[in-house]
């Protein structure tokens, strides 16, 4: 009887070891993952810094560009622990050009950029911004 005992209550702590393992392999992937796409959001704020020392060019398309990247960074800086879980959540490949898929997506999703750029440049107002939330140049009739 004491061998029976004995072989069962092995075979029940070998089970709930083999049971809880991979629940504590769950952790540390997830942690690796979160690190993982830290680095690539840090990787993406230098990329997008380095083009932003185009905002002096003498051509409007890169200094256009130049203003969303610096927007963009600005954005990945303010946000990224959200963006990391974001990114854990919805259980994205660690890759570069995925990650940035996902980035871009959430950027874009939250500025318009081409409205911003024309805001600078002084050409429109956005068409979404009410009457009371414009400039006073822009209350005007022009």
């Not at 083999?18 to 840090?42: H, M, N, R, S």
């Amino acid at each position: 009887m004491k061998i029976n005992a004995t072989i069962i209550a092995v075979v029940t702590i070998l089970a709930l070891a083999f049971w809880t393992a991979p629940v504590a392999g769950g952790d540390t992937e997830t942690v690796d993952l979160a690190g993982k796409y830290e680095i690539l959001i840090d990787n993406t704020i230098a990329k997008c810094l380095e083009k932003g020392r185009h905002l002096d060019s003498r051509s409007s398309n890169l200094r256009r560009a130049a203003i969303i990247s610096c927007l963009k960074a600005g954005y990945l800086k303010a946000h990224k622990e959200e963006l990391t879980v974001y990114l854990v959540g919805v259980k994205v490949v660690p890759s570069s050009g995925i990650v940035q898929y996902h980035l871009n997506k959430k950027f874009f999703e939250t500025f318009r950029p081409h409205e911003i750029y024309a805001l600078l440049r002084g050409d429109q107002v956005p068409s979404n911004w009410s009457a009371s939330s414009h400039p006073a140049e822009y209350r005007e009739e022009k």
